[in-house]
């Protein structure tokens, strides 16, 4: 008796793990389901001296939707964004590489973009290509909207 309630609460435990890899896929592909998504790592809220660690990133993916780009945590079961960047209020302040201690939290040949959003300085972390569209995106706002790209 006591081996199989062994089994059977093992089997629950690894049922559960497999529904909830399933919940992650099942939760990207909805996300990537519309397109225009990139992989995107995200910093919010970060000092203006630019604490030079590596803390503070949270790996995710952003979505492009009309005039804003979505931002979904990848480890997360949340069907909303965490956040949401609207085109006409980023700033993009600065472009750099990651320093070392970054490089090991972030995703290879990724590049830094420091903005700012509504009084709120962020980073996000991305491929060059993934950049290129950022930017292209910035730059395409309707007439008469400001941008700003550094």
Not at 29 to 44: A, Y
Not at 103 to 113: F, G, I, Q, T
Not at 120 to 126: F, K
Request: with cysteine.
């Amino acid at each position: 008796m006591e081996m199989f309630l062994a089994l059977l609460v093992s089997g629950l435990v690894v049922l559960l793990v497999v529904v909830a890899l399933l919940v992650f896929g099942l939760r990207r592909r909805v996300i990537q389901r519309s397109g225009g998504t990139f992989d995107c790592s995200l910093r919010w809220n970060v000092p203006e001296d630019g604490d030079g660690s590596s803390k503070g990133w949270v790996y995710g993916v952003a979505r492009y939707n009309g005039d804003r780009v979505e931002w979904f945590r990848v480890f997360s079961y949340a069907p909303r964004p965490r956040r949401m960047l609207e085109r006409a209020a980023i700033e993009v302040l600065a472009r750099r590489a990651p320093d070392s201690e970054e490089e090991l939290a972030l995703l290879s040949d990724a590049v830094v973009l420091v903005c700012l959003h509504r009084g709120t300085r962020l980073e996000l972390a991305m491929s060059e290509d993934a950049l290129t569209g950022f930017l292209a995106w910035l730059e395409a706002a309707p007439p008469g909207q400001r941008v700003n790209v550094a």
